[in-house]
């Protein structure tokens, strides 16, 4: 009796190993980051608008770069050609971000800005922040 429900045992976690491990390999190979879902359209870099003024980006040669290049495709670029020093610069620039992740653009898309609006009207014009009563000492 103890021979048989320990080989029932063994066989069960055998078998299950043996799906969760099929489910983690089918998943192999297919990307879940926003990036490579951006690239579908043809376009390196997707086909949001990009921060990519030549005054501004002045730390390699960005007609070499690809497409609609990225901010890491900048980067990478300069650690390529320059200093350590130009690199930092680079790596803390706006060159190759989205035009709604940086100053320089028209801001967060209509659907924030409705969707802030919305969140104020419904606190009575105060953000969700300011009815709490924290202080910030």
Request: glycine letters at 18%.
């Amino acid at each position: 009796m103890r021979r048989g429900v320990l080989t029932f045992v063994v066989m069960f976690v055998l078998g299950f190993s043996g799906i969760a491990t099929a489910g983690v390999l089918a998943g192999v190979g297919q990307s879940h980051k926003p990036e490579a879902n951006e690239q579908d359209s043809g376009v390196h870099g997707g086909s949001i608008g990009r921060f990519q003024q030549a005054g501004a980006c002045d730390q390699t040669r960005i007609s070499s770069l690809p497409g609609n290049w990225t901010h890491g495709d900048y980067v990478s670029a300069v650690v390529f050609d320059g200093t350590q020093a130009q690199v930092q610069e680079a790596a803390h620039s706006d060159c190759g971000k989205p035009m709604v992740a940086i100053g320089h653009g028209s801001g967060p898309p209509e659907h924030a800005l409705e969707n802030m609006a919305a969140g104020k009207a419904h606190a009575g014009g105060e953000t969700h922040d300011a009815g709490s009563g924290a202080s910030g000492s």
